[in-house]
């Protein structure tokens, strides 16, 4: 027994040193839009930013006002309100008459085969102009400069679809536990810097900002090939690697910021129509992404006080290299350092958040999003 855990742990560890060696030397060839110059106005492109909102009366309006004050020459904001029932609408309707560069669209009733959001994402794009489409959320803040940097980068690397790596704006310590450790194990699981290869199946697509051409987001199949896909923004950085359009994921500069969900209990609510989504609806993956967390996260910290020898040697290796890399990540986010201690705790919360979402899923039978409620059958029939 003593040898299969030594073993075990021996794997852990080389798992953690060549996924280590592999993150410090990837995270360093990211490209961030704070080192792309900025586009002159003559050089700028039309863009269109595309958005969907439902019941966002609280959060939207801020959102709105950076958008406003983009320093860009020509674009324009197309806003589909998705079936709402507080002031979404109003305020909408009301910055359309205030700017021309704004349309407000109502959504009042669903189409069968559609969800809310790939079908509001539908509907801005057909009423859009922009030569660039920008897909983000209705509680997003911008930068003034991102849309000149953001496509300044995107035709020096030619790339024709951009998706950057926000920042997540963090306040209790739960959000910090369990966010910091989500974006390290994104990073690490996800290889952002491989999406630009052409020659890796790689690809990155993240809500809050992605970038892509007009002509580029049309071959690919548009927000029709995501009709009933949840996780429709990591979906579309999917479908555009397939259509062959050469991709793109690069650090954000800080231009793109949002308040995902206030407090832990909102997240780990907000996430249970996703995590199990991401595995397309499959219970025995969801059962070995949890088994693989636990084993590269959890064990190696329990085993740290009662291994010896080769064990206890394995097991410091690989805690050190997930404190190291829990470390940059916080650092990154701009909060302490010391959450670095908890990545056992944040693996743990997050198995619970994956094993929640699939339990509640299947239960139910489908996924309840912003009030309409979606079969399981017809979920799995949309995952691209």
Request: net charge positive.
């Amino acid at each position: 027994m003593h040898s299969f855990w030594t073993i075990l742990l021996g794997f852990v560890a080389l798992i953690w040193v060549l996924q280590s060696l592999d993150a410090a030397l990837g995270v360093r060839s990211l490209r961030s839009i704070a080192d792309a110059t900025p586009l002159s106005d003559a050089d700028c492109p039309p863009v269109s930013i595309l958005f969907a909102a439902r019941d966002e009366a609280e959060k939207m309006p801020g959102a709105l006002e950076t958008f406003l004050a983009l320093d860009y020459p020509r674009y324009e904001i197309v806003a589909v309100d998705d079936r709402s029932e507080d002031g979404t609408s109003r305020i909408l309707q009301d910055a359309a008459q205030k700017d021309p560069r704004v349309k407000a669209v109502r959504v009042n009733k669903l189409p069968a085969g559609w969800l809310g959001k790939p079908h509001a994402l539908q509907q801005a794009y057909q009423r859009s102009t922009g030569e660039w489409l920008i897909f983000t959320d209705a509680d997003v803040h911008f930068a003034p400069d991102l849309l000149r940097r953001s496509i300044a980068l995107a035709q020096r690397e030619g790339w024709e679809h951009l998706t950057l790596l926000g920042n997540v704006k963090m306040v209790h310590p739960g959000e910090k536990i369990v966010l910091t450790f989500f974006a390290m194990s994104f990073v690490i699981g996800l290889k952002p810097w491989r999406v630009s290869n052409p020659r890796s199946s790689i690809y990155a697509g993240v809500g809050a900002f992605q970038l892509i051409r007009r002509g580029a987001y049309e071959r690919m199949g548009t927000h029709r090939r995501l009709a009933m896909e949840v996780v429709d923004d990591m979906k579309l950085g999917k479908l555009a690697k397939e259509a062959g359009i050469r991709s793109g994921a690069a650090k954000d500069g800080g231009a793109v910021n949002v308040r995902w969900h206030d407090g832990l209990g909102n997240i780990i609510r907000g996430t249970t129509k996703n995590f199990f989504a991401t595995t397309g609806y499959r219970p025995w993956l969801a059962c070995l992404q949890l088994a693989a967390m636990l084993l590269m996260f959890v064990m190696p910290w329990v085993a740290l006080p009662f291994a010896r020898g080769w064990a206890l040697a394995s097991a410091a290796t690989a805690v050190t290299l997930a404190i190291a890399a829990e470390t940059g990540t916080a650092l990154e986010f701009g909060i302490s350092p010391l959450y670095a201690a908890t990545v056992p705790m944040g693996a743990l919360i997050f198995s619970w958040m994956l094993a929640r979402s699939t339990i509640v899923t299947l239960w139910q039978g489908g996924v309840t999003w912003r009030g309409t409620f979606y079969p399981l059958e017809e979920l799995k029939r949309g995952v691209v």
